[in-house]
């Protein structure tokens, strides 16, 4: 495995924990300071016409509202992921075994070790309960 599979690999297992235990410090510590992401979730929380967030300080505010907005059906079922060592997907489908869940697929682009760009495309059972909220 090469180091960039292990900073795959790390990045996927740390990430699931931050946002199991909602810690702030934990989930920012894992992007660049330049790092984006990007997700309808963006206009939504931020109330911008972007998609995007740029940079730590505009990331930790972002990711502060995810944590306290957190919806019912957001759940972290998944079964693994892929990755060729820069680009981290995986996928959180909609049926999971404690019913339906947030539909989204997440791809990370890593640099040195750490997220450069986040993506979060979602689907349309994920994009009903954006709707609803």
Known sequence: MT?????????????????GN??????LALYAPDA???SPLVQH?????????????????????????NPPQRRRFKQGF???????TWEYPRQSPDGDQMDLVEIMEIEN??????????GWYALNVLRES
């Open 45 to 69: 929380l931020m109330q911008t016409r972007d998609g995007i967030v740029r940079g730590r300080d505009t990331l930790r505010e972002f990711i502060t509202r995810v944590f306290r907005t």
């Open 82 to 88: 892929f990755s060729d060592g820069r680009v981290l």
């Open 3 to 19: 180091a960039n599979s292990t900073d795959a690999e790390r990045i996927y297992r740390l990430w699931d924990e931050a946002l």
């Open 113 to 122: 070790g750490l997220i450069q760009r986040h993506r979060v495309y979602w």
């Open 22 to 27: 909602k810690n702030l410090e934990a989930a």
């Open 36 to 38: 984006s992401i990007e």
